[in-house]
């Protein structure tokens, strides 16, 4: 699968269609989704980070790529891969490691140890890995405004403009609200990722709203854990006394 190819499930999607990505931790579960006939996926990495039993951003680069690459070879749709802030790694290195898993696409999230950077600098990132990466790599410039407490959609936008200007694919204004999502869609070009929550919006109406695809982030992977911790209270239900 070629990066073309994921492009083109982004693009002359109808209002209430969005593109639908979950999100596999391990080989086991992207055949699952697969096979569930979905044509794409996007690796969360929280949800790999804790299948390798580390915090959310605790995940060393070498182990995060090693996982990507056993999820790739697993499945025959196009992956892309959450790889955090990137990892310090220069956008050459970045770009390599990236390429050599086999995945076609990568988040880049723009905040670092627990805050946001300046969106001038960030862009200037995303325009080396878009020049080095060429059109082999679907980059989804995350924007990460509101989950580090900014409820303005404004700042989002304007740093959503910076990332697509400098060549981002993709915006991912991560846990956007639904009701900013309208003025999310008004303002930026191109493809726009909303982020699924159980008690929020369908995914037909996330579509109807703006979303032109729609990601899960842990939220599969914590549903599996559950389904893992049920069983095991009932084998140990059934222990002998």
């Given amino acids: 699968m070629t990066a073309a190819t994921f492009r083109a499930l982004h693009h002359d999607r109808a209002p209430g269609d969005p ?4 999100g596999p931790w391990d080989a086991g579960s992207a055949r699952v989704f697969a096979d569930a006939g979905f044509p794409a996926l996007a690796t969360p990495s929280a949800g790999v980070a804790a299948s390798l039993g580390y915090e959310d951003g605790a995940t060393p680069a070498e182990e995060m790529f090693a996982a990507v690459a ?13 790889i955090e802030d990137g990892y310090g790694l220069a956008p050459e290195e970045l770009v390599a490691r990236l390429l050599d898993t086999g ?18 600098r960030h862009a200037d990132r995303l325009a080396e890995v878009r020049a080095v990466a060429g059109d082999a790599l679907f980059i989804n410039a995350r924007v990460d405004t509101f989950i580090r407490g900014v409820s303005d959609p404004a700042p989002a936008v304007a740093r959503a ?8 694919d993709c915006v991912y204004p991560i846990a956007a609200p639904a009701e900013a999502l309208p003025a999310l869609r008004a303002g930026i070009d191109g493809p726009l990722n909303a982020l699924f929550l159980p008690a929020g919006p369908s995914l037909a109406d996330l579509g109807r709203l703006g979303a032109t695809r729609v990601t899960f982030g842990p939220g599969p992977h914590r549903r599996a854990m559950a389904a893992v911790k049920d069983i095991a209270r009932d084998i140990t239900g059934s222990l002998p006394r």
């Fill in 161 to 168: 403009r910076l990332y697509v200007a400098a060549g981002a």
């Fill in 19 to 22: 593109l639908v990505l979950p």
């Fill in 70 to 82: 056993r999820i790739v070879r697993a499945v025959s749709v196009p992956v892309s891969a959450d």
């Fill in 103 to 120: 995945a076609v696409a990568c988040n880049l999230e723009d905040s670092s140890g627990g805050a946001l950077v300046d969106p001038r």
